[in-house]
């Protein structure tokens, strides 16, 4: 069953400490990305990935940090210095390159709490 | 960072009413698609349009690739209540990997 995995669907976190979603496709994608949306907002890009061992930066990345050492796997890290992570986490994923194959793809979300 | 000017931001419907909801940009893009988000859950790809003035269908949803490539159309024809939850678009530009999405709409359907 082909799709995206994130893990887990709900979070909790103490203030002050860092938190790794996880995300997982099996779609053969070379594309990752990662948004944050918060109650009642669209989506913001945190990072996002084009092939392996790479990453670029969104409109929202500081206090947030990712690594890409796998096509299937794309961890995002909430650190400490991410003054306000409550929000819902959103990872994707998209095949490009070809005539009518740019397509992207959603995991469920993650919802983290900082308590 | 850059986001679509999509329009209405909200609507009320009552039922077995056709919905009409766009998206524009100041920029050109080779691709446009649509998505749904129902609460709590992440957004599925409903349409996905390639070619300037593609039109393409989704069972009783329709949607358009403006021909100026700067716009995108979604139609809803004959609206149930399951058609309930925010519906984004999004663009992107050949050679790119980032995509830019709209701010939403919110379609509330009363029975």
């Known amino acids: 069953d082909g799709g995206i995995t994130q893990s887990p669907k709900y979070l909790f976190r103490k203030e002050g400490q860092n938190v790794t979603l996880s995300c997982e496709q099996n779609l053969n994608h070379d594309a990752m990305y990662w948004y944050r949306q918060d109650p009642g907002q669209g989506l913001r890009l945190i990072y996002y990935?084009?092939?392996?061992?790479?990453?670029q930066k969104g409109d929202i990345a500081e206090g947030y940090s990712v690594s890409r050492e796998k096509k299937e796997s794309f961890p995002l890290t909430v650190t400490s210095a991410q003054k306000n992570p409550t929000a819902f986490y959103l990872c994707a994923s998209s095949m490009a390159g070809g005539p009518r194959t740019d397509t992207q793809y959603f995991g469920p979300g993650t919802r983290l709490t900082v308590l | 960072g850059q986001q679509l000017n999509q329009s209405p931001q909200s609507m009320f419907i009552q039922e077995g009413e056709d919905v009409s909801m766009n998206c524009t940009s100041s920029?050109?893009?080779?691709?446009w698609l649509w998505y749904k988000q129902e609460p709590g859950e992440g957004p599925v790809l409903l349409i996905a349009l390639y070619k300037a003035g593609e039109l393409t269908s989704n069972g009783r949803l329709t949607a358009q690739f403006g021909i100026t490539r700067k716009d995108s159309f979604l139609n809803i024809s004959a609206s149930i209540p399951s058609d309930v939850g925010i519906y984004f678009c999004a663009g992107l530009t050949s050679g790119t990997y980032k995509y830019i999405f709209g701010t939403g709409t919110r379609l509330k359907v009363l029975a």
């Open positions: 920029s050109i893009f080779n691709t």
């Open positions: 990935s084009q092939i392996v061992n790479d990453f």
